[in-house]
């Protein structure tokens, strides 16, 4: 029999004072240090607990004349949501099985916005964020995120009162971290100024788009966006206009939107409005022509605050920053260029201190290390270019292999980066196209990549290969697809 724990609520495996874990300082946490409490979880439950209450209210006023059973399409909305990709999405299958009758198309959008809401609740309460040590802790502060999104997507049925209240119930959330305070400025600061809008997702977009030379213009999927780019046009040196519609393939809501991306004084500026008429755009034009010596006061005075490269995705954000400064960073490391037969000369030296188990000296270590490393990075950053078919790996094995043996760690701080941005450039083209010389491209960097022991994240390819492999079509050519089963491998994924 199962015990009853504190309160008549239930016990857990986790902790003696049963679900106390997740709303009290029942003593319990991870990571914490002397002198520290959890009597944060209390209000923050009681803030969550708030927010799912005026939820629920809203929902049962709004939803019950639209949908069939409200809770049975809440659970169905999950299995969809996981279940099919932002590429095959469409609301009108969900909605056409829950609605009562038809609807307009903005109804359509309000009632997808409920049930995304219905989901971020779920999901806020996630049990890491009442597990540790603090209320500043990354496990709690996702958990608000989730809360701040839920806000975010009923603005309009909410009002100030709601969010205010919840403000005022977190801030009795008080942080054993002095400089964090409490749990509404926590909230401020790590979750509302941090917010992964559309228009830093729009300004992200045509940022890589401007460094890299990508194509803008047309239609295209970025997160869980569909971005199509209607028109781009430079305006003025270092500044370019863009016109574009946006649809959010969660909730199906449609904008149309005027992107600026000004380059002022060797920094990146974003700003984004909503698109009124061409009027409009024309009144940019003339602001824009007419205030050269004062331009970002004055975009900030007509558009708003403005987006940079600090508010942007992490992963983007370096991948902006090696491609912007590549050429000024080389230029800061002094190495000296051996030829193939030297370098060889060497592995032969390391290969005999490893074959006899002996340490090399330590005041050759490090430039032995930086021999190897600066060859890896080399080679790596060439397979861009290179015959895939034609050239010989054997060389940079034998490096990597060495480097292990020698128990000299390799700088994957430099090497890392070079290999996933390798796979993330190459993998749409290989895998959706099935590329025969991209397939073959993956399929050796991701050899070397398990070969030298790096790893990175592989979600994406990983989703993108299970979801060719289940649309695969039966004339598909046979060589493209044992490369791709190859990879497949690779990947864990089981394909036979």
């Avoid at 004339?475 to 190859?486: A, G, I, M, Q, Y």
């Amino acid at each position: 029999k199962l015990k009853k724990g504190n309160d008549g609520l239930g016990s857990s495996w986790s902790c003696v004072h049963g679900v106390d874990r997740w709303r009290k300082n029942c003593g319990c946490s991870t990571g914490g240090q002397e002198g520290w409490n959890q009597k944060w979880r209390t209000p923050l439950r009681d803030a969550f607990d708030f927010l799912r209450d005026k939820l629920f209210e809203k929902v049962e006023f709004f939803l019950k004349d639209k949908i069939k059973d409200v809770w049975e399409a809440r659970n169905d909305y999950i299995n969809y949501f996981y279940n099919v990709s932002y590429e095959n999405r469409n609301n009108e299958h969900f909605l056409k099985k829950h609605l009562k009758s038809s609807i307009s198309e903005e109804e359509k959008v309000k009632v997808m916005k409920f049930f995304e809401a219905l989901h971020m609740e779920l999901l806020m309460y996630t049990s890491c964020g009442w597990f540790f040590s603090d209320i500043s802790g990354i496990e709690t502060v996702q958990n608000m995120k989730y809360a701040y999104h839920l806000i975010f997507l009923m603005d309009e049925f909410f009002g100030d009162d709601v969010r205010n209240e919840f403000y005022s119930i977190l801030s009795k959330a008080k942080s054993n971290i002095l400089d964090y305070e409490n749990g509404s400025k926590i909230f401020e600061d790590f979750v509302v100024k941090k917010y992964f809008s559309i228009d830093i997702i729009l300004f992200e977009y045509f940022l890589i788009a401007e460094r890299e030379n990508l194509k803008v213009e047309g239609e295209r999927l970025y997160y869980f966006y569909r971005i199509e780019c209607i028109e781009a046009k430079n305006l003025i040196d270092n500044l370019k206009r863009y016109v574009v519609k946006t649809k959010n393939l969660i909730t199906g809501e449609e904008k149309n939107c005027v992107v600026i991306l000004l380059f002022f004084e060797k920094k990146y500026y974003g700003f984004v409005k909503k698109y009124k008429d061409v009027y409009f755009l024309k009144y940019i034009e003339k602001i824009i022509k007419a205030s050269k010596n004062n331009l970002l006061s004055e975009l900030k005075d007509l558009l708003g605050n403005y987006i940079t490269i600090k508010d942007i995705n992490q992963n983007v954000k370096e991948r902006f920053l090696n491609n912007l400064f590549k050429d000024k960073m080389k230029k800061l490391h002094k190495f000296i260029e051996f030829s193939k037969t030297e370098y060889i000369s060497y592995l032969d030296v390391i290969e005999l201190y490893s074959e006899f188990g002996a340490n090399i000296p330590e005041i050759d270590k490090l430039a032995v290390r930086e021999l190897l490393n600066n060859y890896v990075l080399s080679q790596l950053e060439n397979i861009r270019n290179i015959d895939i078919e034609k050239y010989d790996f054997s060389l940079l094995i034998r490096s990597i292999k060495l480097a292990r043996k020698a128990n000299l760690k390799l700088d994957y701080r430099d090497i890392l980066p070079v290999i996933r941005n390798f796979v993330l450039e190459n993998m749409e083209e290989a895998i959706l196209n099935l590329d025969k010389k991209s397939l073959k491209k993956l399929n050796k960097i991701i050899d070397i990549s398990n070969l030298s022991g790096i790893d990175f994240e592989k979600y994406e390819i990983q989703n993108l290969i299970f979801e060719k492999l289940l649309n695969l079509k039966n004339n598909t050519r046979k060589e493209e697809v044992n490369l791709l089963f190859d990879l497949a491998r690779k990947f864990n994924i089981y394909i036979d």
